[in-house]
Nanobody, 117 residues
Framework: QVQLVESGGGLVQPGGSLRLSCAASGRIPSFNVMGWYRQAPGKERELVATITSIGSTNYADSVKGRFTIARDNQKNTVYLQMNSLKPEDTAVYSC???????????WGQGTQVTVSS
């Protein structure tokens, strides 16, 4: 079993920055993919970014150049550095972990990010 706990959400002005953290614990597969999803009110959940246990990353087009995903394998933690935030980034951000090539995994509880003036 894997547990994921997110932190770092909050209220920020447009153009500001936030860093989200997701700490994983339990039986973590050696080869895995961790990622961040977000869901805004009235919108479908969308994938923001992913990172594998060896450091390969992917980003949604809407966040490329603004967001950076990274991980610290010693601390079993993944981060999402969000810069140049826009109001349309407002959403509940959730951390996920899945085994590489698996179609199922684990979810954190989510953390609210609100970008507003």
């Amino acid at each position: 079993q894997v547990q994921l706990v997110e932190s770092g959400g909050g209220l920020v002005q447009p153009g500001g920055s936030l860093r989200l953290s997701c700490a994983a614990s339990g039986r973590i597969p050696s080869f895995n993919v961790m990622g961040w999803y977000r869901q805004a009110p009235g919108k479908e959940r969308e994938l923001v970014a992913t990172i594998t246990s060896i450091g390969s990353t992917n980003y949604a087009d809407s966040v490329k150049g603004r967001f950076t995903i990274a991980r610290d394998n010693q601390k079993n933690t993944v981060y999402l550095q969000m810069n140049s935030l826009k109001p349309e980034d407002t959403a509940v951000y959730s951390c996920t972990l899945r085994r590489w090539l698996s179609d199922s995994g684990y979810w954190g509880q989510g953390t609210q990010v609100t970008v507003s003036s």
